[in-house]
C-alpha cells in the first residue's frame, strides 16, 4: 500500500521559535495533501488542504499565518509552525491523496510536538 | 454539516468478547464511511470501509455494514484480542477528494 512518512517524529522547541514538519509520499505522487491536528484524547482536526502547486485552504478558525503549509511538489507538503507557543503542542499528522487511487487518504505516522 | 457521532470511552473488554462500537452520522448527500484504528503512538491506519447502502466493510475480523436508514455505521469484532487495544475513529467523507470528518474516537482497551 500507499506511505506517507513525517519528519521529525517528535520535536520540542522553545516558545518564540519556528518549527518545520514534513510529510511526504513515498510511492505515489499526491495531487492534494491534508494537515489535521489532534489534541491528547480527541479526535482530529482538519487544519488545511493543499493542492501541489497552489496555495492551501484553511480551515475556519485556523490562522493561516501561523500555520504556513507549502506542498511545492507531488511528494512533498511542509507545515511550519511560526513563533510557536505552548498552546500550539499538539500531534500534527498529514494525509495523501493522489495516484493510482484516488479513493483513499493514506495517512503519516504523525509528528509530536511540544512546545517549551 | 456532516457530523460524525460515536460512543464515548474508554471501553474495556476481556479477551474473546464480543465488541461493538456505535457509530452514528449526519450527512447532505451520500458519505463513504469509514473505521480508521490508531495504536499507541502511531498514525491512523485505514481499518475499513463502505462506499454505499447495505455495503459491509469488514477486515481482521471487525465488521461494519452502512445502514442508510438508521444512519449508523457500528463496528463489531466477535472475539478481541489483546493486540486489538487502541482508539478507533468512525470517520465520513463526501466525494473522492473531499475532506474526511471524524468521530471523537473510542478507546479500547482489551484485558488478558
Known amino acids: 500500500g500507499a506511505v506517507v512518512s513525517q519528519h521529525p517524529s517528535r520535536v520540542i522547541c522553545k516558545s518564540g521559535t519556528s518549527v518545520k514538519i514534513e510529510c511526504r509520499s513515498l510511492?505515489?505522487?499526491?495531487?492534494?495533501m491534508f494537515w489535521y491536528r489532534q489534541f491528547p484524547k480527541q479526535s482530529l482536526m482538519l487544519m488545511a488542504t493543499?493542492?501541489?502547486?497552489?496555495?492551501?485552504?484553511?480551515e475556519q478558525g485556523v490562522e493561516k499565518d501561523k500555520f504556513l503549509i507549502n506542498h511545492a511538489s507531488l511528494t512533498l507538503s511542509t507545515l511550519t509552525v511560526t513563533s510557536a507557543h505552548p498552546e500550539d503542542s499538539s500531534f500534527y499528522i498529514c494525509?495523501?491523496?493522489?495516484?493510482?487511487?484516488?479513493?483513499?487518504?493514506?495517512f503519516g505516522p504523525g509528528t509530536r510536538l511540544t512546545v517549551l | 454539516g456532516n457530523s460524525v457521532t460515536q460512543m464515548e470511552g474508554p471501553v474495556t473488554l476481556s479477551e474473546e468478547a464480543f465488541l461493538t462500537i456505535n457509530c452514528t452520522y449526519t450527512?447532505?448527500?451520500?458519505?463513504?464511511l469509514f473505521w480508521y484504528v490508531q495504536y499507541p503512538g502511531e498514525g491512523l491506519q485505514l481499518l475499513l470501509k463502505?462506499?454505499?447502502?447495505?455495503d459491509k466493510g469488514s477486515n481482521k475480523g471487525f465488521e461494519a455494514t452502512y445502514r442508510k436508514e438508521t444512519t449508523s455505521f457500528h463496528l463489531e469484532k466477535g472475539s478481541v484480542q489483546v493486540s486489538d487495544s487502541a482508539v478507533y475513529f468512525c470517520?465520513?467523507?463526501?466525494?473522492?477528494?473531499?475532506?474526511?470528518?471524524f468521530g471523537s474516537g473510542t478507546r479500547l482497551s482489551i484485558r488478558p
Open positions: 494525509s495523501a491523496l493522489g495516484a493510482p487511487s484516488y479513493n483513499e487518504q493514506f
Open positions: 510511492d505515489f505522487q499526491a495531487t492534494t
Open positions: 493543499s493542492n501541489e502547486g497552489s496555495k492551501a485552504t484553511y
Open positions: 450527512a447532505t448527500g451520500y458519505p463513504s
Open positions: 463502505a462506499t454505499k447502502a447495505d
Open positions: 470517520a465520513l467523507r463526501e466525494g473522492s477528494a473531499s475532506k474526511i470528518i
